[in-house]
């Protein structure tokens, strides 16, 4: 899945520090932490560039249930049901590089980064090998005590959700429905399964797609018989870059997910689709601020928490 043609341009974004969260939060404790990330990720980037589209997502599902704790890697035992388990978090892969990472920090500097700090700082790196803004990004989260099941499927959004549903609960986290539409840009490098999204495709297109987007999906998206469920990309012009592909495709109705779809359509959201659509540096501006934010909300910090020697575990 490597795509060597890429030309990556880099620029830096400097946002300033949240809470107890600071930018070289660990210059002095382990000075190559941020270095070691980066080249783990580098490694895996330079043989599967679908990483990036990955870590997004176990970024966002990790920070959007409990805030960014690292729960979300926890195994589940006899005892406890973790996150891992819930129908949402099913596909979510990558988390073989984050325990990677973590084994190369532990001999570097044990029990100092969190796995927290881990899935943040990984996930920034690989934006960047894709084509997207390089920043600084705030460190010093704690890694969380508690990986439930049941807070999954109560707090995360579903690609199904209105407008009106999504933005109540991002609102419940502090989100305006700009960085809401902003944070689903994230979707410029990422797949759906044809499962999440085939009830869009019974009897016809429908006002909301566009007719030759329904042709394809219908033809790719033919019930599995025995093997894996087929998969669409979600930006089906550049999928494996960071860009402002995904909005511009939503414009011609061509979201594959129906809130994708549907922000392009709603009075309250369309205009930031637009914008983005039309002004690519605004969008990398504004995602910037809004995935620092979104990995800020409800961290652990001080004492809080723990910082794991084994991201799978509890210490």
Known sequence: MKISSISICFFVLVPF????????????SCPQAESIVRQVVQKRYSSDNSITAALLRMHFHDCFVGGCDASIL???????????????????????LIHEVKERLEAACPSTVSCADIITLATRDAVA????????????????????????????????????????????????????????????VGVAHCDVFRDRLSNTPGPTMDPALYVELVNKCKPATGKEEPFVSLDQGTQFVFDNQFYEQI?????????????????????????????????????????????????????????????????
Do not use: W
Request: proline share 4%; net charge positive; aromatic share 8%.
């Open 129 to 188: 090998l894709s084509g997207g803004p390089t920043y600084e990004v705030p460190t010093g989260r704690r890694d969380g005590l508690v990986s439930d099941y049941n807070e999954v499927m109560r707090n995360l959004p579903s690609p199904n959700m209105t407008v009106s549903e999504a933005s109540e609960n991002f609102a419940a986290k502090g989100f305006t429905k700009q960085e809401m539409v902003t944070l689903l840009g994230a979707h410029t």
């Open 17 to 28: 520090a949240f809470g107890d969260l600071q930018v070289g939060f660990y210059r002095s």
């Open 251 to 315: 414009l011609l109705k061509r979201g594959i997910l129906r809130l994708d779809q549907l922000i392009g359509l709603d009075n309250s959201t369309r205009g930031f689709v637009s914008d983005f659509a039309f002004n690519r540096d605004k969008f990398r501006k504004s995602f910037v601020d809004a995935i620092i934010k979104m990995a800020s909300v409800d961290v652990l910090v001080g004492s809080a928490g723990e910082v794991r020697k084994n991201c799978k575990v509890f210490n």
């Open 74 to 96: 926890i195994d589940s035992t006899g005892n406890n049901k973790s996150e891992q388990d819930a129908p949402p978090n099913k596909r979510i892969r990558g988390f073989n």
